[in-house]
């Protein structure tokens, strides 16, 4: 069974730093390509990042040079480097993968940007 487990979200001041991580157990980790996805109140789920089996990554415009996804395949684990945050960065993050044609999602991680 597909697990993801999503922590390190916080309260943080606009202009700081945050790093997001996701355990993933249950498949072939390093097999398939995977996403962050924020979705503040409100308003839709929105795909925030992606990087694939061989490590390509794209991003939404809003996020470009401030935020860096990355995957290690030994740790099974997913990351989300958020710098330069802002108050509109606020949301409940979550970790996404597409195994066999069913999408499967963590808990999620909220991040709050505010002084």
């Known amino acids: 069974q597909v697990r993801l487990v999503e922590s390190g979200g916080g309260l943080v001041q606009p202009g700081g730093s945050l790093r997001l991580s996701c355990a993933a157990s249950?498949?072939?980790?390093?097999?398939?390509?995977l996403s962050w996805f924020r979705q503040a109140p409100g308003k839709e789920r929105e795909l925030v990042a992606h990087?694939?089996?061989?490590?390509?990554?794209n991003y939404t415009d809003s996020v470009k040079g401030r935020f860096t996804i990355s995957r290690n395949n030994v740790r099974n684990t997913l990351s989300l480097q958020m710098n330069s945050l802002k108050p509109e960065d606020t949301a409940r993050y979550y970790c996404?993968?597409?195994?066999?044609?069913?999408?499967?999602w963590g808990q999620g991680t909220q991040v709050t940007v505010s002084s």
């Open positions: 249950g498949l072939n980790f390093r097999l398939f390509g």
């Open positions: 996404n993968v597409l195994y066999r044609s069913r999408p499967y």
């Open positions: 990087i694939t089996s061989s490590h390509d990554t």
